[in-house]
Structures are given as structure tokens and as C-alpha cells.
């Protein structure tokens, strides 16, 4: 990163001459509380989206040529690099606007074109029009929720994503053809028409409004129980002795979070809160009518003890009148 000062805001004539004509990139960047104009990239985070993009590509050619083994990997190569570039970033305070930008385009060739692709040469494409519609369905649900993210990034809660995360929703494709493959499944028309309704669902439910948790609020520094970690150990060995079905089961317990979720907050949580509020309303009712009729009782009481005293008063008077 090349650390400039500019005091007029914009580089002069010999700042952008150059052996090629390629303009120079500049941007104005927060550094210790105030805003400053800085020119070039951040070269750390930004290789490892590099990666991410040149890993995408690279799933799209090994799909195309009926390498889908190689196009697996590639594609969870992709997944990883494009994990760690955004943290990179945050750690190293190497964030820009040029970083995010280019982060989404990656993300768009990773797992936006990458797993339309594979899953049409394996098998959509022998549906004919069917086929491509439900390719370029999820290609552009991927582009949609990259676009809707950008736009909320920074509006909504960390803790949770807003629709399934593209690289979730490219394994679960791209990981299915990963798995047929391997078995060397015989592509009918059954299994054309199932992969086709989960790429349409993969990229239906990106751009739905089903809360998938984030994991972004769990601190690495802290303790956790015991269970955890062994869990994390068996999930580890999983992956070793068998990663193509591994990995699938996972993206699929995942997608299915979001609507699972969804139903429990609807049919579960919902009539539970309902029960709370009616019970507060009828405890409420039954407080107000024993506060009204302690009230009634008091007035009732002070109207008695009135009554009483009166008579007693006229007879003192009237002793006091005699005297």
C-alpha cells in the first residue's frame, strides 16, 4: 500500500505518467480519526480475493471439461480464500471500498457463475430450456444477494445473514454434482429435474428473508465446553474419510436453518409470547377489579364510619347548646 498525502485532492501530471496507460487508484480512507486520500491497493487481503476469483474460474473450466472432481475442490478452495480475505482485512485495518467491491465481483465468479455452470454440464443441460432457465435463475438470485448485502452491510445485526450466504449456496449445488459424480450416478431425467429444483431452491432462498446464523460473534479468544471442541474434532475426521458427503450434508443442514428457524419462530415462539401477553392482560384485569373493589370497600367503610359519627356529633352539640 503506498501511503500518499494530498493536499489539493486529485495527482497531478506526473503522478499518473506510467509505462501503460492504466489510471492510478485512489481513494480517501479513515486513518486515526480523520479522513485521508491514499492511492494504490492493499495487497494482502486483496491476493487472497485474487484467489478466490482465479479458484472460481478455474471450477468453471475443470466443469466444462467433465473434470467435476477438480471443480469441487476448486470451488471449496474458493469458499476458504473468500472466508478469510474480509477477516484479513479487519485484522490487518486494511479495509477499503476497492476491497468490498472487488470481493463481490470474486464472489459472483465463485459462486454466482461457477456453480450455475457445473451443475449445467453435468446434468441441466440435458433439459433443454429447462435446464439454462434454472441455471441463469441461480446465477442471478447470487447477483441479487450480493447487491442486497453490499447495500444493508453496515444496517443490519451481525449476528445473523439475511438469506443464505452465496458460498453456502454454490456448495450445495456444485456440491451435489461433486457427490453424483463420485458415485458416477447415471444422469436420468429424475435426476436432472431434482438437481434443477435444488439449484432453484439454492438461489431462491439467498435472496429470501430467512435469518441464517453468522457466526460473526463468536469470540475465538473465550472459553467453550467441552462438547464443542469435541465436536469440532469428530466434524474434522468426518471431512478427512469422507469430505465430498461431509461438506454436502453440512451446506444442506444449514439451508435448511433458515426456514427451520422460520417456522419456529412462527408456530412456536409466536403462540408461546401470545400466551405470556394474555396471561399479563388477565392478571392486569384481575388487579384493576381487586383494586376497584378494595376501592369500593373503602369508600363504603368511610361512608359507615361518616354515618356513625354523625349522630354522635348532633348529640354532643346539642348537649354543648344546653350547657
Not at 74 to 103: H, K, N, P
Not at 233 to 244: G, K, N, S, T
Not at 264 to 282: C, F, G, I, M, W
Request: glycine share 8%; with cysteine.
Amino acid at each position: 500500500m503506498i501511503d500518499e498525502h494530498y493536499q489539493h485532492g486529485g495527482l497531478n501530471e506526473q503522478d499518473t505518467d506510467s509505462v501503460l496507460p492504466i489510471d492510478e487508484h485512489e481513494e480517501i480512507v479513515s486513518e486515526g480519526g480523520r479522513q485521508v486520500r491514499k492511492r494504490g491497493i492493499y495487497l494482502l487481503p486483496n491476493l487472497l480475493t485474487l484467489g478466490a476469483m482465479f479458484s472460481g474460474f478455474y471450477a468453471i473450466i475443470a466443469g466444462m471439461s467433465g473434470n467435476f472432481n477438480a471443480a469441487g475442490w476448486a470451488v471449496l478452495i474458493a469458499s476458504i480464500f473468500d472466508g478469510f480475505d474480509g477477516r484479513v482485512a479487519r485484522i490487518t485495518g486494511t479495509q477499503s471500498a476497492f476491497g468490498a467491491e472487488f470481493d463481490s465481483l470474486s464472489d459472483m465468479v465463485s459462486f454466482g457463475m461457477a456453480p450455475a455452470l457445473i451443475a449445467f454440464s453435468w446434468a441441466l443441460s440435458s433439459l433443454g430450456n429447462a435446464g439454462w432457465a434454472a441455471a441463469f435463475i441461480f446465477m442471478a438470485c447470487a447477483a441479487l444477494r450480493l447487491a442486497r448485502f453490499n447495500v444493508q452491510l453496515g444496517t443490519v445485526t451481525k449476528r445473523y445473514f439475511l438469506g443464505l450466504q452465496s458460498p453456502l449456496a454454490a456448495g450445495l449445488v456444485t456440491f451435489s454434482v461433486w457427490v453424483g459424480a463420485l458415485y458416477q450416478v447415471q444422469v436420468t431425467p429424475l435426476i436432472a429435474y431434482s438437481l434443477a429444483i435444488v439449484t432453484v431452491i439454492a438461489g431462491l432462498l439467498m435472496v429470501s428473508n430467512y435469518r441464517y446464523f453468522s457466526f460473526k460473534e463468536m469470540h475465538l479468544k473465550g472459553t467453550v465446553p467441552y462438547v464443542v471442541f469435541l465436536s469440532v474434532v469428530v466434524v474434522f475426521v468426518l471431512i478427512a474419510q469422507r469430505p465430498h458427503e461431509t461438506l454436502l450434508a453440512m451446506c444442506v443442514i444449514y439451508a435448511a436453518s433458515g426456514p427451520i428457524g422460520w417456522i419456529y419462530r412462527r408456530q412456536v415462539r409466536k403462540p408461546v409470547a401470545e400466551s405470556h401477553t394474555d396471561n399479563a392482560l388477565v392478571n392486569a384485569t384481575v388487579n384493576v377489579a381487586a383494586d376497584d373493589e378494595t376501592g369500593t370497600q373503602s369508600v363504603s367503610r368511610a361512608q359507615a364510619a361518616d354515618a356513625t359519627l354523625k349522630p354522635m356529633t348532633e348529640t354532643q352539640n346539642d348537649g354543648d347548646s344546653k350547657q
